[in-house]
């Protein structure tokens, strides 16, 4: 049998179901869709705060929404600071670096069928390293401030955007080449004209991965060593303080700067490829 706090949870469960469940199917245009996500994450929210209230989850366990909300407010220029070394620095320009580095060479693997039977194997081989495995290392060759973890970023995005542009590249048909050849199109001609705006969803999709990568290599290599700020330091030190409303802020902010950065790709990818059949009807 449930008890009565179970059961207003089920309860509260219940009715933002039904709600969220008639809203979806009447949904229409982007602002009826976005403010079913919205509703879905205040129950998750809500639901959080309920449990951690009535059962009286120590803080240490699990702070309710409400204390992570307070910490973040009173730690604002803290979350900034480490938003601006972890992301804007680290996560940033190691996406940058390894998502060009990954088409350069794919246009090289493309080219040389030798680095297709030998390139491909070994970056495969470097993508099942487990990163806290490589992360001291870099962390070591390159020191402890940004640059060690724009490494690991680096090292993170660099095989799934390979293996993506060079799909990407195969992605035109053999009448689609062979017009090309009959207007004596050069390689580099057929390349820019063709074969990459035909790659694009390929491309944005390797580039869409990459950003949950590029965030999650950064933080992960502040855990071992880093000036005294980055969004890995922090939640590392404050775990070990035992204050997990601070630990969460972070997290807060890393999925909100995660989310944002994968929506503004999107959103460029929508632009770029409208013409896809994948985009119609968004």
């Known amino acids: 049998m449930l008890d009565g706090r179970a059961a207003a949870l089920l309860a509260v469960w219940v009715l933002a179901w039904a709600v969220n469940a008639r809203l979806a199917a009447a949904a229409r245009g982007r602002i009826a869709r976005a403010l079913v996500a919205v509703l879905f994450g205040a129950t ?12 009286a989850v120590p803080p240490v366990i699990l702070p309710a929404p409400t204390d992570v909300a307070r910490a973040f407010a009173a730690s604002t220029p803290i979350l900034w600071a480490d938003f601006v070394q972890t992301f804007l620095k680290g996560a940033l320009s190691g996406y940058a670096i390894g998502c060009a ?11 040389s069928p030798f680095l ?12 099942a390293l487990p990163i806290v495995g ?7 060759w390159f020191g402890f401030d940004w640059q060690s973890k724009a490494a690991v970023v680096v090292v993170m995005v660099f095989f799934p955007m390979l293996v993506n542009c060079v799909e990407g590249l195969k992605a035109t048909d053999a009448m689609q080449r062979d017009l090309m050849a009959t207007y004596s199109a ?9 074969r990459i705006p035909a790659a694009m969803p390929f491309i944005f999709n390797g580039l869409k991965i990459a950003t949950t990568l590029a965030l999650i290599g950064a933080i992960v290599a502040e ?7 980055g969004m890995g330091f922090r939640i590392s030190t404050e775990v070990g303080k035992l204050r997990l409303d601070m630990v969460w802020a972070e997290i807060a902010v890393a999925a909100l700067a995660g989310s944002a950065f994968y929506g ?9 490829t409208f013409w896809h059949p994948s985009q119609r009807g968004r």
């Open 44 to 55: 998750l929210l809500a639901l959080w705060e309920m449990a951690v209230r009535l059962y």
């Open 101 to 111: 580095a990954a088409f350069a060479t794919a246009v090289a693997v493309d080219r």
């Open 264 to 272: 503004l790709v999107a959103v460029l990818e929508k632009g770029v």
């Open 116 to 127: 297709q039977r030998g390139l491909l194997p070994v970056g495969n081989f470097v993508a």
């Open 134 to 140: 490589i992360a001291p290392i870099l962390v070591m």
């Open 186 to 194: 050069s390689y580099w001609q057929s390349l820019l004209k063709l």
């Open 223 to 229: 855990f071992f060593g880093s000036p005294v700020v």
